[in-house]
């Protein structure tokens, strides 16, 4: 379980203060699948880079199972079990696929076995297997390898920034039968997602929306889910850029996306 009590975070921008999550206190339980969402800038990627270790809050604590981890390194938080896919997952020039799913097991599996994870994403594995982490992937194909690597870490919270970014329609489809899978296995763990994709909320058990770096509404997928759908227009629109003829307004573009 992990608890995120009173947390807030701000930072410098051009000499003044910017606050970027406020008093934000929020559990995601064992056994739970938590999907948080809420409009572009809300606060959302900076709250999973606070819960990874990559920021520190100014003020509140973090407990994972009981334990602070507040000041706890990057590297023992992810020992302790807590796994990430990052919004913009990163390359690692000289590694291959194969090093980074041993990195992630802690063993040193088989091909075939880091094969497993490679498939569950949609990739053709014996295609990518050798392949170096490095800019010559697609961004798609980054992130679905990046997810592998976070199905072979099996952690006890697992975090998903976006996981839907940048991926294609059928691959879609597979990452929440992976999702699914992983739901169907939680016993033990739970499982952070970060998206805006209704098909993503709709196998929540809880979803906490973040706006304006303050959870804005939080409760079970029945509770919440339906007002969600409803909303048209997360936040205001800019009046100087909005109204303006000639400037095409942003339509919906994706159907199913909620905020
Ligand atoms: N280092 C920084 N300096 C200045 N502003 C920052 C910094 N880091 C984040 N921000 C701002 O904080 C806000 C929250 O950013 P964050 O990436 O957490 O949003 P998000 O909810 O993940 O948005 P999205 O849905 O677009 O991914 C944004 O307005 C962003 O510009
Ligand atoms: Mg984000």
Redesign the pocket.
Known sequence: MLELKNISFG?D?EGER?E?IRDVSLTIPDDKLVVVT?P???????LARLIAGIERPASGRIFFNGTDITEVSITDRAKMGIGFAF?QPVRFKGIQVLDLIRLATGKPISAAHACKYLSAVGLCARDYIDREVNASLSGGELKRIEIATVLAKAPTLAVFD?PEAGIDLWSFQNLIEVFEGMRAKIQGSSILIISHQERILNIADEIVV?KDGSVSAQGTKDEILPSLIGTTSAVATCSVFGQADGVPRLGKTEEKEVL
């Open positions: 930072v921008d910017k970027i809420g572009n800038g809300g606060g959302k990627s900076t919004q976006e973040i």
